[in-house]
């Protein structure tokens, strides 16, 4: 066996990256794990296994199986069960483990932001009169605008909205960031959108339709995170490193 066995949760450019930065170290053996929702996932650095555990009971099972040392929840901080499945299999294995996790965006000067706390409610949150949406929230979630058929959406995500949506006026933008602000821009222009409805996902890759918003003066409906206790969390793909070292020097100390 080689050295400590991280298990990384990932399905973000975050957990990419720190994969990434930890391919070629001798001294770790690490695995990434996805869900397996994304049709054609990015190429990933390190070896990837796919799909669910089965609950934070299977996770627990797959940490003891594969002898893992060390488990970090890189998950996108909307991703609600497997993070709380990550702090209940840790607990129950009793292994070392936190969380990757990018702060959340601040509204600035100049930004027009409506919090909400779901997509159903971000969905109820528009006018009753028809407006022009921007929905970039995922696939997954897309059909809540069902609920509100009276506006006109275009909907980005990275793989196709199934089914697809029962409203008479929406329009599929397929695309994967990162985006630039100058494409963002244009886009908002173009389709004439007079609200953005976002998730806070935090990080550089989906910030640009932010700005671009903030540019245009639209109104931005946004999707705040739940305030959940999760895993002790690092926002810094650095920091991670750093708490790694520390991590995998103490068990190479311990001699586990
Ligand atoms: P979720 O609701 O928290 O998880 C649902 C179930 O999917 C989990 O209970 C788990 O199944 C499985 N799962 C989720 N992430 C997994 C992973 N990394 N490896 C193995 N199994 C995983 O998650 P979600 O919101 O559907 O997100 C799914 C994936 O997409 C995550 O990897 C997340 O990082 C990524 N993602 C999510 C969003 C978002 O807005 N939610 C945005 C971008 C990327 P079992 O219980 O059977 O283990």
Do not use: C
């Amino acid at each position: 066996m080689g050295g400590t066995r991280i298990l990384i949760l990932g399905g973000t450019t975050e957990a990419r990256r720190l994969a990434a930065a930890l391919a070629a170290r001798a001294d770790l053996d690490v695995i990434l794990s996805l869900a397996g929702r994304t049709i054609d996932p990015a190429p990933q650095p390190v070896p990837v296994r796919t799909g669910g555990f089965g609950g934070a009971e299977g996770l627990a099972r797959y940490l003891k199986d594969k002898q893992i040392n060390l488990l970090i929840d890189a998950t996108h901080p909307f991703a609600a069960r497997i993070s709380a499945n990550a702090v209940d299999a840790a607990g129950r294995s009793g292994i070392a483990a936190f969380a990757l996790r990018r702060t959340a965006w601040l509204p600035i000067e100049g930004d027009r932001w409506r919090a909400v706390h779901s997509v159903a409610e971000a969905i109820a949150a528009l006018d009753p009169s028809p407006r022009r949406v921007f929905l970039a929230i995922g696939r997954q979630e897309a059909h809540r605008a069902n609920d509100a058929p009276v506006h006109h959406y275009w909907v980005r995500s990275v793989d196709p909205v199934e089914p697809v949506l029962t409203v008479p006026d929406v329009t599929y933008i397929h695309a994967k960031g990162p985006f630039r602000l100058e494409d963002e821009l244009a886009m908002l222009r173009e389709y004439r959108i007079d609200a953005v409805v976002a998730k806070n996902s935090g990080g550089d890759a989906t910030y640009a339709k932010i700005e671009a918003a903030r540019q245009l003066g639209i109104e931005v409906i946004m999707v705040e995170r739940a305030q959940v206790a999760g895993l002790p969390a690092v926002e810094t793909i650095e920091a991670a490193l750093h708490r790694i070292d520390h991590l995998a020097s103490s068990l190479m100390k311990r001699g586990v």
